[in-house]
């Protein structure tokens, strides 16, 4: 077998490669050149790099003292705000169905949390926790809100009901809760809080709604079961326009 590499190779050798561009500049920088056209700028101003790694290391140092002192420099006028945040005050009253509870709360966490897993009134769902399906609706003053974002700081010093706070303290069930067991409308149940909840507060502010008005009252409580219709005709049930 013919070696046919060392033909290659004498090939190789004898090829002349194209001229290189960069060969017809010095390798200095062109300072002279560039600053003709400038007269502000010192023709000796070029020169070549001969920093140190300890110079390098003491420009970092340097500049990061420089960073902070100007950071501090202008957080000065902060405190008050920083202290301010720290001083939230975590220990609050809430008026929860009626009563007084005093709880230690966050000030980062819902109302739908702190009624759930603080007060321990697990009827308030907790479905898309983005104020979507109104698993969590409760009643703030009278007007329904979505718990899961609405703050517990929020709600100092509103009245908050429950879907426990809405039947007699006897027992016996409000009128909307026994409209939705009469025409069925509980199915899974996840829902049935914040409809009812939402229902509650339409009769309050308005006794005999009309179906539309019913219907748009009820809107913002989504049903993964489709029992829409059973819900609406028992609002119209406990209005008495069944």
């Known amino acids: 077998m013919t070696e046919t590499w060392k033909e290659y190779e004498r090939e190789f050798d004898e090829y002349e490669l194209p001229p290189d561009p960069a060969d017809d500049f010095d390798w200095t920088p062109a300072t002279a050149e560039v600053a003709g056209n400038l007269p502000d700028m010192p023709l000796g101003s070029w020169r070549e790099p001969g920093s140190s790694r300890r110079e390098f290391l ?3 140092v340097c500049s990061g003292v420089a960073v902070s002192a100007a950071a501090y420099m ?11 945040v720290r001083g939230v005050e975590r220990l609050i009253s809430l008026n929860v169905n009626g009563k007084t509870r005093r709880v230690d709360v966050p000030p980062s966490e819902t109302l739908a949390q702190t009624i759930r897993y603080r007060l ?5 769902k907790i479905g898309c926790n983005r104020a979507e399906c109104g698993a969590c609706t409760v009643m703030a003053d009278d007007i329904t809100i979505y718990s899961c974002s609405t703050l517990t700081h929020q709600a100092r010093g509103r ?29 899974c149940g996840f829902c049935t809080p914040g409809q009812v909840v939402s229902a509650v507060a339409l009769l309050k502010k ?6 539309d008005e019913a219907r748009r009252a ?6 993964r079961c489709g029992a829409y219709a ?3 005709n028992g609002v119209m049930r406990a209005a008495g326009r069944a």
């Open 120 to 124: 321990g009134l697990t009827g308030t």
């Open 230 to 232: 059973h819900y609406l």
């Open 159 to 187: 009245k908050i009901t429950t879907v426990e706070g809405v039947a007699d303290p006897s027992g016996k069930l409000h009128p909307v809760q026994q409209a939705f067991i009469d025409e069925l409308g509980p199915q």
């Open 206 to 211: 308005n006794p005999k709604p009309t179906v």
């Open 218 to 223: 009820m809107s913002g409580n989504l049903c």
């Open 58 to 60: 003491r420009g970092v």
């Open 74 to 84: 202008f957080a000065g006028n902060s405190g008050s705000a920083r202290a301010a």
